[in-house]
């Protein structure tokens, strides 16, 4: 089955540093991916959509200078939280659905436990 | 805007019995309805999609409803079993990949 890798599944950082994320699709090949975050006992709030070889579709109230995504390969998107504040801690998830296959369902890392200090 | 309830925060149910849980919907019209599990501190696990001319989907103890008038959708477990505690999701597709999830029920099944 299509599997998701994200990675590192845990990490903490001071305050005004920068945390780069990372998810692969190990199986195939994914045009978009998503980047959810999710609150303790919350939903998944979809945070940006990640094209591959254009620049990530965000949605509103989510800063595009703070979270930066690149999406350079068809397998690879990143999703860096610069300059991280206690309030960025959170759980982040991303997801993908195989390219071109219209109503796939989303295939989703295991997630990043993000704590800033 | 868009609104999607799971009416129930938390389920408990004794084990063995059919666990039944709900997710409804407004100004909305999805063209498919997916489900998922999440285990604490895990991703969601994709459980089943229904699409918006279809009635009802089962796998294996799994069955999901789609009515589309009543805009809800019902998920059971029958013959539930302690793994089965989890946490559900709903989500509705628009018609692209892109998915907007309900709060979720926790269910735990009690041995």
């Known amino acids: 089955g299509a599997v998701v890798s994200q990675h590192p599944s845990r990490v903490i950082c001071k305050s005004g540093t920068s945390v780069k994320i990372e998810c692969r699709s190990l199986d195939f090949q994914a045009t978009t991916m998503f980047w959810y975050r999710q609150f303790p006992k919350q939903s998944l709030m979809l945070m940006a959509t990640?094209?591959?070889?254009?620049?990530?579709?965000?949605e509103q109230g989510v800063e595009k200078d703070k979270f930066l995504i690149n999406h350079a390969s068809l397998t690879l998107s990143t999703l860096t939280v610069t300059s991280a504040h206690p309030e960025d801690s959170s759980f982040y998830i991303c997801?993908?659905?195989?390219?071109?296959?219209?109503?796939?369902?989303?295939?989703f890392g295991n997630g990043t436990r993000l704590t800033v200090t | 805007s868009q609104k999607i309830e799971q009416n129930s925060e938390a389920l408990n149910i004794q084990e063995g019995k059919t666990a039944t849980l709900t997710c409804n919907y407004t100004n909305y019209s999805p063209a498919y309805l997916q489900w998922y599990r999440q285990d604490p501190g895990r991703g969601p696990v994709f459980l089943l999609l229904i699409r918006e001319n279809e009635k009802e989907k089962r796998k294996e103890r799994l069955k999901v409803t789609f009515d589309t008038t009543l805009k809800q959708s019902l998920f059971h477990i029958t013959a539930s079993q302690p793994a089965d505690s989890a946490t559900y999701l709903c989500a509705l597709g628009p018609g692209a990949n892109n998915l907007f999830f309900g709060t979720g029920t926790r269910l735990t099944v009690i041995p």
């Open positions: 997801s993908a659905s195989p390219s071109g296959i219209y109503n796939s369902p989303l295939h």
């Open positions: 990640s094209n591959e070889g254009s620049k990530a579709t965000y």
